[in-house]
């Protein structure tokens, strides 16, 4: 038994031999408990919830001892997202960004660009438009060139740990979540930046990506057979260098610069000689720029799958490369020294993730950027330049880094606060909780234990003390709710009153006196409850003869001492605040073996009270006499002690006299019904009974004529004849409901036979004929078919309707259905996922199913949707009904409605439901399709009956997405396949790269 059962069980034990009326103080006391001794257990223990003075385990030992000023608050140290003192700035990864970050940081540490581009002058000033720029603290980037100004000039002198380059990468237009190749975007960028600069007037600005990363070269081609020398000049900004089958950067570039011989069917065409002869071909260095961009190829196009590969060949470079042997001039030295390198983690060629590794040109250092977190490698202290010329962008920085301090403040603030609250608290309860037990003899009051533990707990504000909830019909303590309660000492009280608030107040006058006696006799009555059960069980065991004792509901007997029960347990609860039903009422937890004897519980599917299951809707005793029985008249009158006011039949009294006769009438009725739906039945013994068959029959060639009934009269007619008995005949066909307040039909002839069938149903003439004789016909609906002969002798079929289509409340009934469609909420619709083919299967990459920055040795394989299971329907989707209905255009014709599916339906395989509504965005849904599928929103394309739905902010109601619809999900996730030549995941996807983004703009 629990700790709260044992005392509530010891709390009590006196009142089975105590008279309600003999209740003394004493047991008052007892049984609340207030002469339960102070509990002596560990306060780390739990609380002894039925002891209400025990008061350890509330929540108290987290306050006793020292605490951690950390402890008081949740908010981190603001001072983490400081820069710290000879640090580089990281920035934030947006998604999959990395490959911008990278070369950001990289064009960021070359000083010469980087004071080039701060000497940049906004056109928005020169325009006039942003005069005042640098006295004008709301002034923003617009431009490409401005937000890498700013940028520069924040990772520059910012005081934030890592800074957020989204303005950035939005005015580039590019999508943070698609992985880009870092090297096609440094091509487009410098091409971009290139040409915004060569706009402006400083020449220091506007030749400065020449100045820095253009050289020349030329392509050299010299005739074997006269020695004519062709030469064709080219500027390159890098040198692409191939890297398969080599290990040094050398051999990359001697490769890069060696002789290729011009034979066979490749010979050259000399002017000199006119004719092709063979030759040789080099390409010669003329110059060299003055930060010279190697890149090494290790993403190249593989022939076999028609994709990009990636190749993990080690190159090993030295820090410093002399490249005077290779220019033309020999004279000229040209020595570079290694100052940084772009990595690419990763075994494919579309996912994986770059960092940078970039030396400091002031102190010769080395740093490895990983978005925001920066490592230094080894080497001097960092000393960033500050002799730049920042002009206005010194004062956004000066901006932004006032933001920054500004919320420092706020979070030390509100930590501060937090501590100070924490340790106002902590000697709240230092000095309360020694002084909340209540001693031998000391005044007492009673307290929430609920409002204790909250007072307790940091995290919730204190609120009033309410003891609304423990209060008995006499404004006292209810005694069950001690167990909710704890006493403490009135002076401790007295304090929480004062600084809280609340009440009423309950001391020890709040113990109820009245309370205590009803329980008592409770507890008497339920003795004697278990005694009458054991002499009732055994009564009615005995067999009475039909003229002695009273009538008994059978359910009521069986389930009596269980009503007993709950109305006894009910009056404990709320003695004085009782509903009327003395009677007893509650779930029947009784059960019998038969009618006639009472074994066990069981629980009842009425919840009547005593008696009542055998009283008839008229108040009188109910006609059927397999629902009750007779018992003796010692076990009524013990029955009728707990259930006073509950019916009361003698063995004589006669059944309800109306119910006998709704009896007999009903017979007669049912006894019409029965011979109704014969004659019904006969007479139309194959009208409807295929659902389908209305829409499925041929137009009958000797008539032109055909009659429509609602398929509400047809539903109705069909439950009468099932039931006969317990439906109502059907006595008229109802047509009216098909008709617009005007008089015209709501429905043209085409429309019956497809969208508007489940409102109709079409009927041939001598089944008319039938109905008619029937039922009452309130108005005659017919489609009318026309025989005319064309010009070349071709028979064609008009079609029309009697009464005619009212086209205004046509109308208005189409756009209501359009409406409803539109205006849905919490509607089912479905997602098929599909992939096209097997050797998209084979050929896909399971890494592109997350996004660009992760690990690939964190991917997980993609699995191919569509195989054969037989737990799933193969089909291309439920079972379509095919409508072929010639009198409706020409031929045969098959009615398809797509993206429309009954609730029955079977899935299909790689298909899910989900709940939406007509109001949420198409980006919604794909966040709900992510969590579905696994599949990201930008990898999802998504179509509905043929059309992409591609604009992730329309609604899905004007995107035309219905209830029941099927949309196609393919998505950009390949599955893998891994070769055995050199186990390299390749890729069957379109390449995008930066279609679309503002790096193809200029």
Same mark, same amino acid.
Request: glycine share 6%.
């Given at each position: 038994? %629990?700790?709260?059962?044992?005392?509530?069980?010891?709390?009590?034990?006196?009142?089975?031999?105590?008279?309600?009326?003999?209740?003394?103080?004493?047991?008052?006391?007892?049984?609340?408990?207030?002469?339960?001794?102070?509990?002596?257990?560990?306060?780390?223990?739990?609380?002894?919830?039925?002891?209400?003075?025990?008061?350890?385990?509330?929540?108290?030992?987290?306050?006793?001892?020292?605490?951690?000023?950390?402890?008081?608050?949740?908010?981190?140290? @603001?001072?983490?997202?400081?820069?710290?003192?000879?640090?580089?700035?990281?920035?934030?990864?947006?998604?999959?960004?990395?490959?911008?970050?990278?070369?950001?940081?990289?064009?960021?540490?070359?000083?010469?660009?980087?004071?080039?581009?701060?000497?940049?002058?906004?056109?928005?000033?020169?325009?006039?438009?942003?005069?005042?720029?640098?006295?004008?603290?709301?002034?923003?980037?617009?431009?490409?060139?401005?937000?890498?100004?700013?940028?520069?000039?924040?990772?520059?002198?910012?005081?934030?740990?890592?800074?957020?380059?989204?303005? *950035?990468?939005?005015?580039?237009?590019?999508?943070?979540?698609?992985?880009?190749?870092?090297?096609?975007?440094?091509?487009?960028?410098?091409?971009?930046?290139?040409?915004?600069?060569?706009?402006?007037?400083?020449?220091?600005?506007?030749?400065?990506?020449?100045?820095?990363?253009?050289?020349?070269?030329?392509?050299?081609?010299?005739?074997?057979?006269?020695?004519?020398?062709?030469?064709?000049?080219?500027?390159?900004?890098?040198?692409?260098?191939?890297?398969?089958?080599?290990?040094?950067?050398?051999?990359?570039?001697?490769?890069?610069?060696?002789?290729?011989?011009?034979?066979?069917?490749?010979?050259?065409?000399?002017?000199?000689?006119?004719?092709?002869?063979?030759?040789?071909?080099?390409?010669k260095l003329l110059s060299l720029p003055r930060t010279l961009n190697l890149q090494l190829l290790r993403f190249v196009f593989d022939r076999q799958t028609g994709h990009k590969k990636k190749l993990n060949s080690y190159i090993s470079f030295p820090e410093v490369l002399d490249l005077t042997t290779y220019l033309e001039r020999k004279d000229i030295g040209c020595i570079y020294e290694l100052s940084a390198v772009l990595i690419h983690r990763g075994v494919s060629a579309y996912s994986g993730h770059y960092i940078a590794h970039v030396r400091d040109d002031r102190t010769g250092d080395w740093y490895k950027f990983n978005?925001?977190?920066?490592?230094?490698?080894?080497?001097?202290?960092?000393?960033?330049?500050?002799?730049?010329?920042?002009?206005?962008?010194?004062?956004?920085?000066?901006?932004?880094?006032?933001?920054?301090?500004?919320?420092?403040?706020?979070? %030390?603030?509100?930590?501060?606060?937090?501590?100070?609250k924490g340790k106002a608290k902590h000697e709240e309860v230092q000095e309360l909780f020694n002084m909340l037990p209540a001693k031998e003899g000391e005044f007492y009051e009673f307290l929430p234990v609920d409002w204790l533990r909250k007072w307790l707990d940091d995290s919730a504000a204190t609120k009033p003390i309410d003891n609304s909830h423990h209060l008995c019909a006499h404004n006292r303590l209810i005694p069950d709710k001690i167990c909710e309660v704890k006493r403490i000492s009135q002076r401790a009280a007295d304090i929480f009153y004062a600084r809280y608030?609340?009440?009423?107040?309950?001391?020890?006058?709040?113990?109820?006196?009245?309370?205590?006696?009803?329980?008592?006799?409770?507890?008497?009555?339920?003795?004697?409850?278990?005694?009458?059960?054991?002499?009732?069980?055994?009564?009615?065991?005995?067999?009475?003869?039909?003229?002695?004792?009273?009538?008994?509901?059978?359910?009521?007997?069986?389930?009596?001492?269980?009503?007993?029960?709950?109305?006894?347990?009910?009056?404990?609860?709320?003695?004085?605040?009782?509903?009327?039903?003395?009677?007893?009422?509650?779930?029947?937890?009784?059960?019998?073996?038969?009618?006639?004897?009472?074994?066990?519980?069981?629980?009842?599917?009425?919840?009547?009270?005593?008696?009542?299951?055998?009283?008839?809707?008229?108040?009188?005793?109910?006609?059927?006499?397999?629902?009750?029985?007779?018992?003796?008249?010692?076990?009524?009158?013990?029955?009728?002690?707990?259930?006073?006011?509950?019916?009361?039949?003698?063995?004589?009294?006669?059944?309800?006299?109306?119910?006998?006769?709704?009896?007999?009438?009903?017979?007669?009725?049912?006894?019409?019904?029965?011979?109704?739906?014969?004659?019904?039945?006969?007479?139309?013994?194959?009208?409807?009974?295929?659902?389908?068959?209305?829409?499925?029959?041929?137009?009958?060639?000797?008539?032109?004529?055909?009659?429509?009934?609602?398929?509400? *009269?047809?539903?109705?007619?069909?439950?009468?004849?099932?039931?006969?008995?317990?439906?109502?005949?059907?006595?008229?066909?109802?047509?009216?409901?098909?008709?617009?307040?005007?008089?015209?039909?709501?429905?043209?002839?085409?429309?019956?036979?497809?969208?508007?069938?489940?409102?109709?149903?079409?009927?041939?003439?001598?089944?008319?004929?039938?109905?008619?004789?029937?039922?009452?016909?309130?108005?005659?609906?017919?489609?009318?078919?026309?025989?005319?002969?064309?010009?070349?002798?071709?028979?064609?079929?008009?079609?029309?309707?009697?009464?005619?289509?009212?086209?205004?409340?046509?109308?208005?009934?189409?756009?209501?259905?359009?409406?409803?469609?539109?205006?849905?909420?919490?509607?089912?619709?479905?997602?098929?996922?599909?992939? +096209?083919?097997?050797?998209?299967?084979? +050929?896909?990459?399971?890494?592109?199913?997350?996004?660009?920055?992760?690990?690939?040795?964190?991917?997980?394989?993609?699995?191919?949707?569509? +195989?054969?299971?037989?737990?799933?329907?193969?089909?291309?989707?439920?079972?379509?009904?095919?409508?072929?209905?010639?009198?409706?255009?020409?031929?045969?014709?098959?009615?398809?409605?797509?993206?429309?599916?009954?609730?029955?339906?079977?899935?299909?395989?790689?298909?899910?439901?989900?709940?939406?509504?007509?109001?949420?965005?198409?980006?919604?849904?794909?966040?709900?399709?992510?969590?579905? *599928?696994?599949?990201?929103?930008?990898?999802?394309?998504?179509?509905?009956?043929?059309?992409?739905?591609?604009?992730?902010?329309?609604?899905?109601?004007?995107?035309?997405?219905?209830?029941?619809?099927?949309?196609?999900?393919?998505?950009?996730?390949?599955?893998?396949?891994?070769? %055995?030549?050199?186990?390299?995941?390749?890729?069957?996807? @379109?390449?995008?790269?930066?279609?679309?983004?503002?790096?193809?703009?200029?």
């Amino acid at each position: 038994m %629990a700790p709260k059962q044992q005392l509530e069980k010891a709390a009590w034990q006196w009142a089975e031999g105590v008279r309600p009326e003999e209740v003394q103080q004493e047991h008052i006391e007892l049984a609340y408990r207030v002469r339960l001794g102070p509990c002596r257990r560990d306060a780390r223990r739990r609380n002894c919830r039925g002891n209400p003075n025990c008061l350890v385990g509330l929540g108290e030992h987290v306050w006793l001892g020292e605490i951690d000023e950390n402890s008081f608050h949740n908010i981190d140290d @603001p001072n983490s997202e400081r820069r710290c003192k000879n640090t580089f700035v990281g920035l934030t990864n947006l998604g999959a960004t990395c490959y911008v970050n990278t070369l950001l940081q990289v064009w960021f540490h070359n000083l010469e660009l980087r004071q080039a581009l701060y000497l940049c002058h906004s056109p928005r000033k020169e325009t006039g438009i942003g005069e005042g720029i640098e006295e004008d603290a709301e002034f923003e980037p617009q431009s490409i060139c401005e937000h890498l100004q700013y940028l520069f000039a924040l990772l520059q002198s910012s005081n934030r740990r890592y800074i957020d380059p989204s303005g *950035f990468v939005k005015a580039l237009g590019l999508d943070t979540g698609q992985q880009q190749d870092a090297q096609e975007f440094s091509k487009l960028f410098m091409s971009l930046l290139e040409d915004t600069l060569s706009k402006q007037n400083n020449p220091d600005v506007q030749n400065i990506i020449q100045k820095q990363f253009c050289g020349q070269y030329a392509y050299v081609t010299v005739c074997s057979q006269c020695g004519r020398e062709s030469k064709l000049l080219s500027r390159f900004y890098e040198l692409e260098l191939n890297i398969q089958g080599h290990k040094q950067l050398t051999d990359c570039i001697d490769e890069f610069l060696k002789e290729e011989k011009l034979e066979g069917d490749n010979r050259y065409f000399c002017d000199e000689c006119q004719d092709k002869q063979n030759a040789t071909r080099k390409i010669k260095l003329l110059s060299l720029p003055r930060t010279l961009n190697l890149q090494l190829l290790r993403f190249v196009f593989d022939r076999q799958t028609g994709h990009k590969k990636k190749l993990n060949s080690y190159i090993s470079f030295p820090e410093v490369l002399d490249l005077t042997t290779y220019l033309e001039r020999k004279d000229i030295g040209c020595i570079y020294e290694l100052s940084a390198v772009l990595i690419h983690r990763g075994v494919s060629a579309y996912s994986g993730h770059y960092i940078a590794h970039v030396r400091d040109d002031r102190t010769g250092d080395w740093y490895k950027f990983n978005d925001e977190e920066i490592e230094k490698m080894e080497g001097k202290k960092l000393q960033l330049g500050i002799e730049e010329d920042l002009a206005h962008l010194q004062k956004m920085v000066e901006r932004d880094n006032k933001k920054f301090e500004e919320w420092c403040m706020e979070m %030390a603030e509100m930590r501060k606060q937090s501590v100070d609250k924490g340790k106002a608290k902590h000697e709240e309860v230092q000095e309360l909780f020694n002084m909340l037990p209540a001693k031998e003899g000391e005044f007492y009051e009673f307290l929430p234990v609920d409002w204790l533990r909250k007072w307790l707990d940091d995290s919730a504000a204190t609120k009033p003390i309410d003891n609304s909830h423990h209060l008995c019909a006499h404004n006292r303590l209810i005694p069950d709710k001690i167990c909710e309660v704890k006493r403490i000492s009135q002076r401790a009280a007295d304090i929480f009153y004062a600084r809280y608030g609340g009440g009423p107040r309950l001391d020890a006058s709040a113990l109820c006196r009245d309370c205590v006696m009803e329980k008592c006799r409770i507890l008497r009555l339920k003795n004697q409850l278990n005694e009458d059960y054991k002499i009732i069980s055994n009564l009615t065991r005995i067999t009475l003869q039909s003229h002695e004792g009273y009538w008994v509901g059978k359910a009521s007997l069986r389930s009596w001492r269980q009503l007993a029960l709950d109305q006894l347990d009910g009056k404990e609860d709320d003695p004085d605040r009782t509903d009327g039903k003395s009677n007893g009422e509650g779930p029947n937890n009784l059960h019998a073996k038969g009618d006639d004897e009472i074994i066990g519980e069981k629980e009842e599917s009425e919840d009547l009270n005593f008696n009542e299951d055998l009283v008839c809707p008229h108040g009188d005793l109910c006609t059927s006499e397999t629902e009750r029985r007779l018992v003796s008249d010692e076990t009524w009158y013990r029955l009728k002690a707990y259930f006073p006011k509950s019916p009361e039949f003698i063995h004589y009294h006669m059944p309800c006299v109306q119910c006998q006769m709704l009896e007999k009438e009903g017979e007669e009725n049912e006894t019409l019904s029965k011979m109704m739906a014969n004659e019904q039945k006969s007479a139309l013994l194959c009208l409807f009974q295929d659902k389908n068959r209305p829409l499925l029959i041929k137009w009958p060639e000797e008539t032109d004529v055909l009659y429509v009934v609602s398929q509400f *009269f047809v539903e109705e007619w069909k439950k009468f004849i099932r039931k006969p008995t317990k439906c109502s005949p059907v006595s008229s066909v109802g047509n009216n409901a098909l008709l617009c307040p005007h008089g015209g039909l709501m429905f043209t002839a085409e429309s019956m036979t497809k969208e508007d069938s489940k409102h109709v149903a079409l009927i041939w003439p001598n089944e008319w004929e039938i109905i008619h004789k029937l039922f009452v016909v309130d108005n005659t609906i017919k489609v009318i078919r026309l025989m005319k002969t064309g010009e070349a002798g071709i028979v064609q079929f008009e079609y029309s309707t009697s009464p005619g289509l009212c086209g205004e409340c046509r109308e208005g009934l189409l756009c209501q259905q359009q409406r409803d469609l539109r205006e849905y909420t919490q509607a089912t619709i479905y997602i098929r996922k599909v992939v +096209e083919s097997i050797k998209v299967m084979k +050929e896909g990459a399971p890494e592109l199913n997350l996004s660009g920055s992760e690990a690939e040795e964190d991917r997980e394989e993609g699995k191919v949707e569509g +195989e054969k299971d037989p737990d799933f329907n193969q089909s291309n989707g439920a079972k379509r009904r095919k409508l072929t209905h010639p009198c409706i255009g020409s031929g045969s014709s098959t009615y398809y409605k797509q993206g429309i599916r009954r609730s029955t339906r079977h899935r299909v395989r790689g298909e899910k439901e989900l709940i939406v509504s007509a109001n949420q965005t198409l980006k919604e849904l794909k966040i709900q399709i992510m969590h579905a *599928f696994s599949v990201a929103p930008f990898d999802q394309n998504l179509s509905l009956d043929g059309r992409m739905l591609t604009d992730d902010s329309a609604t899905l109601g004007s995107l035309g997405v219905i209830p029941e619809s099927v949309i196609l999900l393919k998505a950009d996730e390949p599955i893998a396949d891994y070769t %055995a030549m050199d186990d390299i995941m390749q890729v069957c996807m @379109p390449e995008e790269g930066f279609k679309g983004t503002g790096l193809l703009g200029h």
